[in-house]
């Protein structure tokens, strides 16, 4: 089923809006790009609109303690938490989403942009990126990742180490 967006007049399926109960057809009126515009214009005009939600959400969970560990306890059991905290943390620590990582992880074979080893059974490979400019460089198991950094990112060293270990044959 579709639906027309309010804000920006595209015609889009059911999935690109927010659920609302309280709308006819269960969905909000905007898509949920406008949605997101919308609500980002409310915090910039406002910059104390943020900092009054979290101190009402963090409210709420203190008067409610038995709710939120029942919520959080069905985001677990669903697996919708780990998802969402993944999802979280490749967004703020690299700006990547789980898609990017999905194509990396494609683009090299499925597995350590180094070795070639595969993802380990229920984990991620390590994002790789550059302490310095912060972009994300590729994919590495975690024996690759702790290498690099033993070798603090220095290609200098990492070449006399490979020089070593030609030599040592």
């Not at 990547?96 to 942009?113: H, K």
């Not at 990126?129 to 702790?146: E, I, K, M, Q, S």
Request: hydrophobic share 30%; proline share 3%; aromatic share 6%.
């Amino acid at each position: 089923m579709y639906k027309r967006c309010r804000i920006c007049g595209e015609e889009k399926p059911l999935t690109d809006y927010h659920q609302a109960s309280g709308m006819r057809d269960g969905h909000r009126n905007e898509c949920k790009t406008c949605f997101r515009r919308l609500w980002k214009a409310r915090y910039e005009a406002d910059p104390e609109r943020r900092r009054r939600a979290s101190a009402r959400a963090r409210s709420w969970a203190l008067n409610n303690p038995d709710r939120l560990a029942a919520s959080k306890e069905r985001r677990r059991a669903s697996g919708q938490l780990r998802t969402n905290q993944r999802r979280t943390h490749l967004k703020r620590k690299y700006g990547i989403t789980v898609a990017d990582y999905e194509a990396m992880l494609a683009a090299q074979g499925g597995g350590c942009a180094i070795c070639g080893a595969p993802e380990p059974e229920a984990q991620s490979l390590h994002v790789d990126h550059c302490h310095d400019t912060g972009a994300v460089r590729g994919l590495l198991c975690f024996r690759c990742n702790a290498g690099l950094g033993q070798f603090d990112h220095d290609r200098d060293r990492l070449a006399r180490a490979a020089s070593y270990l030609g030599e040592s044959r």
